[in-house]
């Protein structure tokens, strides 16, 4: 069973102005990852709760490593955003280095 990170219920996290979006976010990965991690276990049978373990580890790790360049570029975003095209956009908040884009 995946237990979401309740960091972002913290009254003093909610007062960020970007939290709701941040929050949003999160949620939307953890409802994902939930329903993915229920679907694998369920279809690889019988897995000792270690082998549960790591495979839910895996996806927690993996979901917080695709949110980590989004919520960092949401709690700073960049100086020029408002000058930005959307791929440049889509390419600074997900941490992107991606050439001829536009």
Known sequence: MYFPATQYCSPAWRSI???PIIRGL??????????????????????????QRAITLMGQSIV??????????????PDNSADMTTYELVQTVFGLHIENCS
């Open 17 to 19: 102005p970007e939290a």
């Open 64 to 77: 917080n490593k695709l949110l980590h360049d989004p919520f960092t570029c949401l709690k700073n975003p």
């Open 26 to 51: 999160r949620e939307k990965a953890d409802s994902i990852l939930q329903s993915e991690l229920d679907l694998t276990l369920r279809r690889l049978g019988d897995l000792t709760p270690q082998q």
